[in-house]
């Protein structure tokens, strides 16, 4: 064959290269896009959120937004209502299977919970996006969670917040809620245990 004939397959395999690798790209961008820390904001909505450093905004108690209704079907098929914990500090972590980041922070999340559900801490889940139960059921199986999860695939129970308090873009999120039911602190960005931990802190100290 002539190098003239064999320069058009060099071509045409070139060109299928680079359009596989242009999939591959796409897909890791959409992948990135869909698990997001999401920056700091929640859009608009007065919440009275004060930012620290550490990216954990707090509310002062008596400017705190009530929670929302959360309740329905958890990832094992039970029901559950986060009212039931009222008189408990409730952490609500948002999460999703396919979420790396979310695979990362959950082992200290248990952690966490093991440590502080005797001192009247309770910790529930929020797994969104997941299509079915099964990969949820999965996640907790592997990473050992303990704490109930309500499930919600397409996210309406993200949407009950009160605009400004979560990012349904920003996977994962935690809210702490104090022990009256009002949103005490929230953040939309991983959590590594230290930092779950100064979040939880002060609102368990509350009386």
Do not use: H
């Not at 039931?84 to 922070?105: D, L, M, T």
Request: glycine share 10%; net charge positive.
């Amino acid at each position: 064959m002539s190098a003239a004939s064999r320069a058009p397959q060099r071509s045409s395999r070139t060109r299928a290269a680079r359009s596989r690798a242009a999939v591959f790209a796409a897909a890791a961008a959409l992948t990135l896009s869909a698990c997001s820390s999401g920056g700091t904001s929640g859009g608009g909505g007065d919440t009275n959120f004060v930012m620290g450093k550490n990216g954990i905004a707090t509310a002062d108690e008596g400017k705190r937004a009530d929670a929302p209704d959360l309740s329905g079907e958890t990832v094992d098929g039970k029901q559950l209502d986060v009212a039931a914990y009222r008189g408990k500090v409730v952490v609500i972590n948002v999460w999703g299977s396919w979420c790396p980041p979310c695979r990362a922070e959950a082992p200290g999340f248990e952690k966490v919970y093991q440590e502080l559900k005797g001192q009247g801490v309770q910790f529930v889940g929020i797994n969104t996006r997941d299509t079915s139960t099964g990969p949820a059921q999965a996640f907790d199986k592997e990473f050992g969670i303990s704490y109930p999860s309500l499930y919600d695939p397409t996210g309406k129970l993200m949407l009950r917040f009160k605009k400004g308090t979560l990012n349904p873009q920003s996977i994962p999120s935690t809210l702490v809620i104090d022990r009256k039911g009002k949103i005490a602190a929230r953040t939309l960005q991983p959590l590594s245990e230290d930092k779950l931990r100064s979040m939880i802190k002060p609102v368990l100290a509350e009386k």
